[in-house]
């Protein structure tokens, strides 16, 4: 196992669970970052993620720890920790612990989907993540769509590769017909990476012998930061999805995918129907091809681009290195 050679601890929103996932009362253990963590909910169904161990003596609050109310019980010596990781109880003395304080970090719910916020520095948010629907601008909401949890999805854990692989495929129109096999080229129409969040869009022109380049579908994508990205295709299936791509450790990241399926005319199924399935299972089958090639990648830097992957691949890796540690960024 190679280590890769950018830093596996970019600043920015990570996804960490689906939010189904984190019933209430529920404490997930889990690891990212290098770091053990733990996810839970309160009674009133807010979310928290610490670091794992009690700041009392150490034991991990994944195995035993409780919800009562708004706090986390340590199952050691009952230690109530509130979800900013303070210490509000100790259930043997008058007054808790004010000058010790678990990790803990910025957390939403969006998308279907449970994010965090990391940053190796401790600094709090400079970014938000973007609305599947409302960023879009079109009007649409997720009543236009499927639910995509948990029939829509897909999970690979503990995978050989690094968030900003996702975010360069965003910019590489030349693997289309090489990876996915498909029959037309796209033509990107926006590269926009002032900020940090990003922009590229492209529109999909046929092959003659397919449409006689007819241009009549395309992709928007919203890149924020490197773990949070999502898409909106129009013009043949409709749909939007959200890769996810979180570190896990120095090696590893895991690797989920969200699909929305649009409803077909006048259908209100409250659950994802058989159409919706078969169109979600090819979408994922597109996503696990390219997977396939991000698990076994080595980073090229500097990449021996063609004259026309140049302007798309320099953007792309020029914007990523705002998301780095100063002293661990990558190379131009």
Same mark, same amino acid.
């Given at each position: 196992? +190679?280590?890769?050679?950018?830093?596996?601890?970019? #600043?920015?929103?990570?996804?960490?669970?689906?939010?189904?996932?984190?019933?209430?009362?529920?404490?997930?253990?889990?690891?990212?970052?290098?770091?053990?963590?733990?996810?839970?909910?309160?009674?009133?169904?807010?979310? +928290?993620?610490?670091?794992?161990?009690?700041?009392?003596?150490?034991?991990?609050?994944? &195995?035993?720890?409780?919800?009562?109310?708004? /706090?986390?019980?340590?199952?050691?010596?009952?230690?109530?920790?509130? +979800?900013?990781?303070? /210490?509000?109880?100790?259930?043997?003395?008058?007054?808790?612990?004010?000058?010790?304080?678990?990790?803990? &970090?910025?957390?939403?719910?969006?998308?279907?989907?449970?994010?965090?916020?990391?940053?190796?520095?401790?600094?709090?948010?400079?970014?938000?993540?973007?609305?599947?629907?409302?960023?879009?601008?079109?009007?649409?909401?997720?009543?236009? &769509?499927?639910?995509?949890?948990?029939?829509?999805?897909?999970?690979?854990?503990?995978?050989?590769?690094?968030?900003?692989?996702?975010?360069?495929?965003?910019?590489?129109?030349?693997?289309?017909?090489?990876?996915?096999? #498909?029959?037309?080229?796209?033509?990107?129409?926006?590269?926009?990476?002032?900020?940090?969040?990003?922009?590229?869009?492209?529109?999909?022109?046929?092959?003659?012998?397919?449409?006689?380049?007819?241009?009549?579908?395309?992709?928007?994508?919203? /890149?924020?930061?490197?773990?949070?990205?999502?898409?909106?295709?129009?013009?043949?299936?409709?749909?939007?999805?959200?890769?996810?791509? #979180?570190?896990?450790?120095?090696?590893?990241?895991?690797?989920?995918?969200?699909?929305?399926?649009?409803?077909?005319?006048?259908?209100?199924?409250?659950?994802?129907?058989?159409?919706?399935?078969?169109?979600?299972?090819?979408?994922?089958?597109?996503?696990?091809?390219?997977?396939?090639?991000?698990?076994?990648?080595?980073?090229?830097?500097?990449?021996?681009?063609?004259?026309?992957?140049?302007?798309?691949?320099?953007?792309?890796?020029?914007?990523?290195?705002?998301?780095?540690?100063?002293?661990?960024?990558?190379?131009?």
């Amino acid at each position: 196992m +190679a280590k890769p050679p950018l830093s596996m601890e970019p #600043t920015g929103w990570f996804q960490v669970a689906w939010c189904s996932e984190i019933s209430i009362r529920a404490v997930h253990k889990m690891t990212y970052f290098g770091r053990e963590m733990v996810v839970w909910r309160s009674a009133s169904g807010r979310l +928290a993620v610490f670091d794992a161990h009690c700041e009392h003596l150490g034991a991990h609050l994944g &195995y035993g720890g409780h919800v009562e109310g708004e /706090n986390l019980v340590c199952p050691f010596h009952g230690w109530e920790w509130n +979800a900013e990781g303070r /210490n509000v109880c100790i259930p043997y003395e008058s007054h808790p612990n004010k000058g010790r304080r678990i990790r803990s &970090y910025p957390v939403v719910e969006r998308n279907e989907a449970v994010w965090i916020w990391y940053d190796s520095q401790g600094r709090a948010p400079s970014f938000e993540i973007p609305d599947m629907f409302s960023a879009f601008g079109d009007g649409k909401t997720a009543a236009d &769509y499927y639910p995509p949890v948990p029939a829509a999805t897909l999970y690979r854990p503990r995978l050989e590769l690094h968030p900003q692989y996702v975010m360069e495929n965003g910019v590489d129109f030349a693997h289309f017909k090489f990876v996915h096999k #498909t029959p037309f080229v796209p033509e990107f129409t926006r590269h926009d990476f002032s900020g940090p969040v990003s922009y590229v869009d492209f529109t999909i022109a046929f092959d003659a012998d397919v449409a006689e380049h007819e241009v009549n579908s395309g992709v928007e994508s919203i /890149n924020a930061g490197l773990g949070c990205s999502i898409t909106k295709s129009w013009g043949m299936v409709d749909n939007r999805t959200m890769p996810a791509v #979180t570190p896990v450790d120095e090696y590893t990241s895991d690797v989920r995918f969200t699909v929305w399926v649009g409803r077909r005319p006048g259908d209100e199924s409250p659950e994802i129907t058989p159409y919706g399935k078969t169109m979600a299972d090819f979408i994922i089958e597109q996503f696990e091809a390219d997977i396939h090639i991000w698990a076994h990648q080595r980073y090229s830097d500097p990449p021996a681009l063609s004259r026309r992957e140049f302007d798309g691949f320099t953007a792309l890796r020029s914007w990523a290195r705002q998301f780095y540690p100063a002293t661990e960024g990558p190379q131009a």
